[in-house]
T-cell receptor
């Protein structure tokens, strides 16, 4: 079983729709990061959250870290075709030092 | 500033061969981590090096080894290649070994035939 469970695994929506991707765990994380990855390229960092309950916004993207630092969500408002890609959450466990990834959410936004 | 660089970008090998992948971190970053990403999955942690010392190892066989040089660049070596080693190998750098945000390179795509 994955330490970080992402859902949904795949999402296909129309341009202009809203969506939320979830990242859940039974473990506590000292920080959690969201990445976006294009095919054949490395993950590109979108945001890092470190404080329980923290909310960060990046244009149409809103990231939230759960109060207990065990889960996170990514909400995209008015999705655009350019948002298409693989979204990965990754966390550093409390008292750990390695980055653990979820399996990812493939997002496809159709125009 | 240049980001994380990796070489080569693509590589084709046959079973039983060995391969060396290279990574240069962002200037000022002293930690390098290696990940394997199989198609359709998230990256899996292989190694972390900080100040030329191994700081973490994932669940990979001894065929996988790595090292970090005084200039903080790193090499990942894989011996006796198997078909299942075909993957995107990612290198990430960070300022220190604990809890720092990691920045990824473009990866090396390895195909084992």
């Amino acid at each position: 079983t994955q330490l970080l469970e992402q859902s949904p695994q795949f999402l296909s929506i129309q341009e202009g729709e809203n969506l939320t991707v979830y990242c859940n765990s039974s473990s506590v994380f000292s920080s959690l990061q969201w990445y976006r990855q294009e095919p054949g390229e490395g993950p590109v960092l979108l945001v890092t959250v470190v404080t329980g309950g923290e909310v960060k916004k990046l244009k149409r993207l809103t990231f939230q870290f759960g109060d207990a630092r065990k889960d996170s969500s990514l909400h995209i408002t008015a999705a655009q075709p350019g948002d298409t890609g693989l979204y990965l959450c990754a966390g550093v466990q409390e008292y750990g030092n390695k980055l653990v990834f979820g399996a990812g959410t493939i997002l496809r936004v159709k125009s | 500033d240049a980001g994380v660089t990796q070489s080569p970008t693509h590589l084709i090998k046959t079973r039983g061969q060995h391969v060396t992948l290279r990574c240069s971190p962002i200037s000022g970053h002293k930690s390098v981590s290696w990940y394997q990403q199989v198609l359709g999955q998230g990256p899996q942690f292989i190694f972390q090096y900080y100040e030329k010392e191994e700081r973490g190892r994932g669940n990979f066989p001894d065929r996988f080894s790595a090292r970090q040089f005084p200039n903080y660049s790193s090499e990942l070596n894989v011996n006796a290649l198997l078909l299942g080693d075909s993957a995107l190998y990612l290198c990430a750098s960070s300022r220190s070994a604990r809890g720092e945000t990691q920045y990824f390179g473009p990866g090396t795509r390895l195909l084992v035939l």
